[in-house]
């Protein structure tokens, strides 16, 4: 077996063990220096855990046939994509309550579906008012500066395209958290 996977499960495995409850949340646009604010946030009570997600599932299918719970084989479909583990004793909601303190708006880009916290789609809505944006910027409004009815920009789901991520970033929607 790999020396990481090893090192990893000598990590994982004591946590499993010492903390009575485990928070999987999603990390997407997230950088080390957030995280860092998050880890610092949550050290009295709290241990955060990243890792790659094959290690993880890995690790955490080994340790539930292994201990015979399988409460921890359940875990193993929700870790997909960007998530980290953070490990409590504490209560979950004042955990997630903490995490929310530590959102911030990160712009639009070519190509990515909008999201409101790290997991749930939302629409993105420009209200009446001026853009403050001269008419060769984008090709949305075709020649409009001002907005004069709501404007559904991006619809949930929706993959953001060059010319919205430019008009999301003039506007300063920043729909990713």
Do not use: C, W
């Amino acid at each position: 077996m790999a020396v990481r996977k090893v090192q990893y499960d000598k990590k994982l495995y004591p946590l499993l063990e010492q903390y009575s409850k485990i928070l999987i949340f999603g990390a997407d646009n997230v950088d080390s220096k957030k995280l860092q604010e998050i880890r610092s946030a949550l050290r009295d009570h709290s241990v955060v855990m990243m890792g790659k997600n094959t290690m993880m599932r890995r690790s955490l299918q080994i340790y539930g046939e292994r201990t015979g719970n399988k409460a921890f084989l359940s875990f193993i479909p929700l870790i997909v994509g960007k998530v980290g583990l953070i490990f409590t004793k504490g209560d979950l909601q004042e955990v997630g309550a903490e995490l929310s303190k530590h959102k911030v708006g990160e712009p639009s880009r070519v190509g990515l579906v909008p999201q409101v916290g790290l997991v749930h789609p939302i629409d993105i809505v420009s209200q009446p008012g001026s853009t403050g944006m001269d008419p060769s910027h984008t090709s949305i409004f075709e020649g409009a500066e001002e907005i004069v009815v709501p404007v559904q920009l991006v619809k949930k789901g929706q993959k953001v395209g060059t010319s919205k991520a430019a008009l999301l970033g003039e506007l300063e929607k920043k729909p990713f958290s």
